[in-house]
């Protein structure tokens, strides 16, 4: 980790009574800076990009999801070797394996034993209202299909959103370690050769009622992301570590990011992509942002707070 640097915090909060409250507001005007650029970020040409060439990927099954992940865990986008060429200019690799999954059939469809005509014929069926060619198109079944992940694959390059942080991290990821044990998580920084989460860049998993959340996150060498991304996981274990929790994932996303964002900018870190990741957990409203202000300010102001006692700042 880097040496310890007189990084100091882009705001700072007395010992006063009035000490919460200047946290508080300070965190509110800083989720408005993030909503307005979650607002820009929406509406900027490189989003536009991004979100046009997600949707070009199906959304596969749970069936279909498992299959990949059992054949490739490292996959991330998949498609059929012509969807490749002819939909984002690239090319599938010599020598590549193909990724097999479940293709739907579409077929008419008879509208009393569901099959296809084909089998229609020779089924115990015996609907005759109206003749095969007038019958609706339907599922009628599926066949093996191959795709490929876009690792596999070669060519133009698909847009991508920065979401990382810069900045003089110091000797905050350490400092976060120490804070960790305080807030009773466990923590572990993992060697990029070793990650076995394919493109996350850290996780939380959370445990028995006994057990400590496990925060684990990816060794690199941008130490201002990997401290913001350490916050972020942090946040998970406070916000989410019961087991089962009822906040959908998008929710969840917007509160841990946010925390993210209010705690780099607290120690003096920039942030401001943090608007990309927000903008596609946001869908069309991120004024969800500030909706959720209550529970992100007051995972924020424990966080900097543990952060502070542990550098044994006033």
């Not at 998949?78 to 020598?95: K, L, N, S």
Request: with cysteine; net charge negative; glycine share 6%.
């Amino acid at each position: 980790m880097s040496e310890s640097t007189d990084r100091e915090p882009s705001a700072s909060f007395g010992d006063s009574d009035q000490r919460s409250e200047e946290m508080h507001s300070t965190i509110e005007a800083w989720i408005d800076d993030l909503v307005d650029q979650v607002d820009e970020a929406q509406a900027s040409e490189a989003f536009q990009e991004w979100l046009d060439v997600q949707s070009r990927f199906h959304d596969y099954s749970y069936r279909n999801t498992l299959l990949i992940t059992l054949q490739c865990p490292e996959a991330t986008k998949v498609a059929g070797y012509r969807t490749w060429q002819e939909e984002f200019d690239r090319h599938v690799q010599a020598g590549e394996s193909a990724i097999w999954i479940w293709a739907p059939i579409i077929s008419k469809q008879c509208p009393e034993c569901g099959n296809a005509p084909s089998y229609h014929e020779g089924s115990d069926c015996d609907y005759d209202e109206t003749p095969p060619e007038e019958w609706e198109q339907g599922l009628v079944g599926f066949q093996p299909a191959s795709v490929f992940d876009v690792s596999q694959t070669d060519g133009e390059p698909l847009p991508d959103l920065d979401t990382a942080a810069t900045g003089d991290a110091g000797d905050l990821v350490d400092v976060l370690e120490d804070a960790a044990t305080t807030l009773d998580v466990a923590v572990r920084v993992v060697d990029g050769n070793e990650w076995l989460h394919g493109k996350a860049e850290g996780i939380c998993k959370p445990r028995g009622a006994d057990e400590r959340p496990l925060v684990e996150v990816r060794d690199r060498e941008n130490e201002a992301d990997l401290a913001v991304t350490l916050v972020h996981e942090l946040a998970h274990a406070l916000l989410h570590g019961a087991i089962s929790d009822p906040l959908a994932r998008s929710e969840q996303e917007l509160e841990v990011e946010a925390v993210a964002y209010i705690v780099g900018r607290h120690c003096g870190l920039d942030t401001s992509n943090s608007s990309f990741y927000l903008a596609a957990w946001a869908g069309d409203d991120p004024e969800a942002i500030r909706d959720r202000l209550g529970r992100i300010s007051q995972t924020a102001q424990q966080l900097i707070d543990v952060v502070g006692s542990t550098k044994g700042e006033d």
